[in-house]
């Protein structure tokens, strides 16, 4: 599959800091689409017209995005319900921002961790519900596609649980195989079982099993022919995202996706 016909289709994620004040020249002279990600201090430190601007350029040089909603510090089932608000009004923001940039899919995490949690995982379920249906609702007001991503979740319960509260038609899943393979207690067999149907976005990176390493794919341990087998038979054709930490990797990592793409839908997948 040719180079070029891979970057028009899939996206390839940047902090928007990073996207605004070094990597916008590049990203608009190789067209890549970017994953524009609002983690940190990103909302706080621009301005609605610094993000207008961007999002400016890029539909004007033809290139779309998604968006990844911030991600630190967030917590959907927060016992202390100041928490959640703050968590919700962020996750909103991040919402107004993916419906200014036309973003195809707006990814967020739970924000669960085992540490923290795991002896009120029954009262943090119910709170994230809560959130994450007033967020779903609100997105869905702006026509702006939400998917909720796996991190620290060690099985796939939590999602489950949110899942069976939420419909599909307001809430997907993005399936982060990195991170199963880095965090999860559960193999990748089970989360394509239980959560396969709702998938409406990959993180594709890499790993050796052990840290969040955000190798390119193919450069570690994961059997991604197995998701895309699994996405073949199941007639299921996600949003694609490289997430990659360095320069280094866009290229292979783009041409490793393209490959499994070949291999498992036939070039006239990511035309579809």
């Known amino acids: 599959m040719n180079l070029e016909h891979i970057k028009r289709h899939v996206f390839v994620s940047c902090p928007f800091d990073l996207l605004k004040n070094k990597y916008l020249p590049v990203i608009l002279s190789q067209a890549i689409n970017p994953e524009v990600g609002l983690n940190g201090t990103i909302l706080d430190r621009f ?16 290139l779309s995005c998604t968006m990844h909603a911030p991600f630190t510090d967030i917590s959907c089932g927060a016992i202390d319900s100041k928490i959640r608000g703050v968590s919700l009004d962020r996750l909103r923001y991040a919402v107004d921002l993916a419906a200014l940039f036309g973003a195809r899919s ?52 939590l999602h489950k649980g949110i899942f069976n509260a ?87 990592g783009l041409v490793a996706i393209g490959e499994l793409v070949s291999r498992y839908f036939g070039a006239d997948y990511l035309d579809g």
């Open 106 to 157: 707006l990814v967020f995490h739970t924000g669960w961790e085992r540490k923290i949690y795991a002896d009120v995982t029954d009262t943090w379920l119910e709170f994230a519900i809560e959130t994450i249906s007033h967020l779903c609702n609100y997105a869905a007001a702006s026509s702006v596609k939400v998917a909720l991503e796996n991190v620290f979740e060690l099985d796939t319960a």
């Open 47 to 62: 301005s609605l017209k610094d993000f207008f601007d961007v999002s400016r350029v890029l539909q004007e040089n033809g």
């Open 166 to 252: 939420i419909s599909e038609e307001l809430l997907g899943f993005c399936l982060d195989a990195g991170h199963v393979y880095a965090f999860s207690k559960t193999p990748l067999e089970s989360w394509l079982a239980d959560l396969g149907p709702r998938i409406r976005h990959l993180h594709l990176h890499d790993n050796m099993g052990e840290h969040d390493e955000h190798l390119a794919p193919g450069k570690g341990i994961i059997d991604f022919d197995l998701i895309f087998s699994w996405l073949s038979k199941n007639g299921i054709r996600p949003v694609l995202t490289l997430e990659a930490h360095d320069e280094e990797t866009v290229i292979p």
